[in-house]
């Protein structure tokens, strides 16, 4: 569940926590207000599950749409700039997060949709084993 603490785990000032939502079912929400949706269906909810943990799925409800910094990310998330890169690196790997290199050492990252998006790469990785598990269940 989310709860009204920051990435570090420190409680966060403030009025209120927002109403305790699922992390997964927030991600869903986000997911479906882009072009290729994520309807509301406990497939999908499944779906992501296997893709990330509660708190990276947290975390991917609340990164913006467009590309931003791993700065912009740090104070959206009230975080530091290492502890950004840390989960950035982990979503970049899963393919949940887009990173493009703008050289000079600046990378920007957006997370990515989910078709055409990190379940297409997935598969692209040599994932289809663990796919085809999944669509049987």
Sequence with gaps: MRDSTDLNGKPQSGAGAP?????YEMWRQ???KTPSGAPKHPAILKLLRLYCTP???DFLSRMP??????SQLAKLYKTDIPGINRILEGLVRKFLVA????G????LYASMEIIPGFW???FMR?????AVHFLRA
């Design 19 to 23: 109403d305790q939502v699922e992390p």
């Design 30 to 32: 986000r997911l479906d």
């Design 55 to 57: 708190d990276e799925a």
């Design 65 to 70: 749409a467009q590309f931003c910094s791993p």
């Design 99 to 102: 990173e493009m290199d703008c």
């Design 104 to 107: 000079d050492g600046v990378r």
């Design 120 to 122: 297409d790469l997935s």
């Design 126 to 130: 040599g994932n289809l084993r663990s």
